[in-house]
């Protein structure tokens, strides 16, 4: 189950801390603030987003996840009504299960991809709990597809490493598909079928439930709230306690 | 280059005011820290320490590499802090700001220096085979006291973590897993904590654990580490003002008694961690350590 | 009293629930948060509870964090950076591009008698323009009147950080009734104060003593932290007098 904690810093303009499956992400935000000529843009703000690792320094996996997330909040964040000013994350890794087990090596990911889901939800409920104009919410997840096509929707770690192909895919709150990361093999009927699980659990959409039943039952039933329901019940009880004040006047 | 926003004129001159009634400004006497509170998480070795606003969440691993040709019975202890945008806009990523080189000296001598960890304990096969540690330092929040704050929280993640354990037969090293064996503790020789004072006043007044303001506002800083037997590891001043000697003297004893302080913080937390972990009442028994 | 719901960015809100103009030649109002997409919906930008005000034929959402944005006619509380030759170059928050004040924009300043400002100094300021592609500029005076109505430079006192809503209660015409505030009223009673509130989320508070200056901040602090009712309030007040 995701756990959600908004506003969790001080200092940041906005921040948030993610918890799910494993993984969990703080992510701060500061904006809109002076930005360095350099990166400056006349029409729009910058959006400056960094990852860091909960142990080591950032490396080629961090830039690769940077650059999905940045392309994909540009398009979430009304980058026009703050022109000239930056938008800066920083999204830092608390815990990844992957941290859990010392082989040898500095706990390194095969994969970039297990961790995005949880970078992503930090970013909007950051940016949520920092004010700025959005245009939509997002809600992102991971499957797993293993040898024999069955869908997993958040992994394991040991489930990963036996997956056959882990996908990543984000909806907005429109329903629209905002990002697609896939790696491994499978077929175009494996992805019809990812697309509309992950579809389910970010939006639940409740045409295809009634479809799902005959095919897998037991996966749906214990994530009856999808994602965005998640998403809003959070805000709901920070908009509740900043109003709380509002109860004694009647 | 951003930096942290100075305070106003104002704001200035009344925390000097108020100081020389011995007031602060949240209330604190000139002596007492903020609220400490240090928590863990699931994985050993990661302790999550906040002292008043500040926070600091320290995680510690470990990998095998090979040592140092001229020191081939060590292991390696790098501590690394990076202080990213998380914790105040001033701070820019990717960036070794003046602080941040201050921050990772004064923690080289008071943890490393002062061999805190027994090295040598790291070593698995003499010049081929160590672990390396690492201590992460993730500044979340800035509101002054960050030295003491990552002291704290490295020295508490180092106590709380567990290494995996190891043989070797023969030259040949096995690393066990959590579930073969239970990870050990890592070998500390000694629990150093730093405190900082700041000094107002050219010298005449000082306190401790000062907020960012009361930083900003100060005429200079002294920083003491000492473990709580009462050896003193590391002893710094910086910011320029003058400070009689007596009055520095005075600065390492009260300083002693906060290490004790924070010491027992240190040693409560961990206790109450290790209660929460041990469910049945087992891990005595079951502790690898109890077979040698 | 405006009816209130949640709402999410991205969410368009539904025709139905738009306030009724009593004149059908009335605009519709749209307060910050949301956003006119042509040719007819209305959709919100910001997550807060959604606020109509019928006989204003007004609509906006309401929320209460992150960072202040100048808008025009919010007094705001600054601190002078940097002058040069005829501004004053003030943080209205820290890391944002400095405001522009200039430096005959005080009562009676001429090129003679302007104040002189250090870098440091506090000001009481309105914001006179504010846009998203030029920096904001402040005035310490009313430009119609010249008059500096309580604004200018303040000296001594303190200032005390505050949420942006608690900003936006402290500065409404009637604070019990709309704001549900009593806090300053109750310490009042008992201990004179001044207070000057930005609407950049910052209070500035003088008294008789660093004492008492202290203790209208934290009051405020506590109740605007906690979300505090009015009769906590009271209690608050009451307890913290008795402090000194």
Known sequence: MANITLSPLYRADGSAKYSKAGYSVIAAVSGPIEVQRRDE????????????????????????????????????????????????????????????????????????????????????????????????????????????????????????????SIHVLAFSSHGELLVVESEGDFTMDTWEEVYQKAKLICHGEEEYKGESESEDMSMNSEDVSNLENVLKDAVERKIAKSQRWKESMG | MPREAEPSINDRAFLLQALQENIRLDGRALDAYRHLDISFGDDYGVADVRLGKTRVLTRISASITAPRPDRKFDGIFTITTELSPLASPAFESGRQSDLETHLSRILETSLRRSQALSTESLCLVAGQKVWALRADIHVLDYDGGLIDACCLSTLTALRHYRIPDASVKGGDLTVYTPVERDPVPLALLHHPVCVTLNFFESGEKWLVDATLMEQQCSEGEIVVAANPQGEVCLVQKGGGGEVDALVLLRCVEVAMGKVRELGKAMDGALAKDAKRRDKGGMSRELRAENER | MAAQTLVLPGEAIPSDILPIPSNPSLALKLGPGLRHVPPSTITSVLAG??????????????????????????????????????????????????????????????????????????????????????????????????????????????????????????????????????????????????????????????SGGVKETLLVGRALQETDREGLGVEEQGRLVKKLLRGI
């Open chain 3, 49 to 206: 509870s959604l606020c109509i005000d019928q006989k204003k034929n007004s609509i906006w959402v309401e929320n209460n964090s992150g960072r202040y944005i100048p808008q025009p006619n919010d007094l705001v509380l600054a601190i002078v950076h940097h002058s040069s030759t005829d501004w004053y170059h003030c943080a209205i928050t820290p890391h944002t591009t400095l405001a522009q004040l200039p430096q005959l924009a005080f009562e009676g300043a001429t090129k003679k008698t302007r104040p002189q400002l250090n870098s440091g100094s506090l000001i009481y300021a309105r914001v006179l323009s504010a846009s998203k592609h030029t920096d904001p500029e402040l005035a310490c005076c009313n430009p119609s009147t010249g008059k500096s109505e309580g604004m200018g430079e303040l000296k001594g006192g303190m200032v005390f950080d505050v949420s942006l809503g608690m900003a936006r209660r402290l500065l409404l015409a009637r604070q019990r009734e709309e704001g549900g505030l009593v806090v300053l009223e109750e310490i009042a009673e008992k201990v004179a104060f001044e207070v000057a509130v930005g609407r950049n989320g910052k209070v500035w508070v003088k």
């Open chain 1, 41 to 164: 843009l006349p029409e729009e703000a910058a959006v400056d987003i960094a990852v860091r690792p909960a142990a080591g320094v950032g490396g080629l996996r961090e830039r690769h996840l940077e650059s999905i997330i940045q392309n994909t909040l540009r398009r979430v964040i009304l980058v026009s009504a703050h022109p000239r000013s930056l938008i800066q994350f920083t999204l830092q890794i608390v815990t990844s299960p992957e941290d859990g087990t010392v082989t040898g090596n500095l706990p390194q990911a095969a994969s970039n991809l297990p961790v995005l889901p949880a970078l992503l939800q930090a970013s909007i409920l950051a940016l949520i709990s920092t004010s700025i104009p959005l245009s939509m919410t997002l809600t992102a997840t991971l499957v797993a597809v293993n040898s024999n096509d069955t869908l997993i929707p958040d992994p394991s770690v040991q489930q990963i490493k036996l997956a056959s």
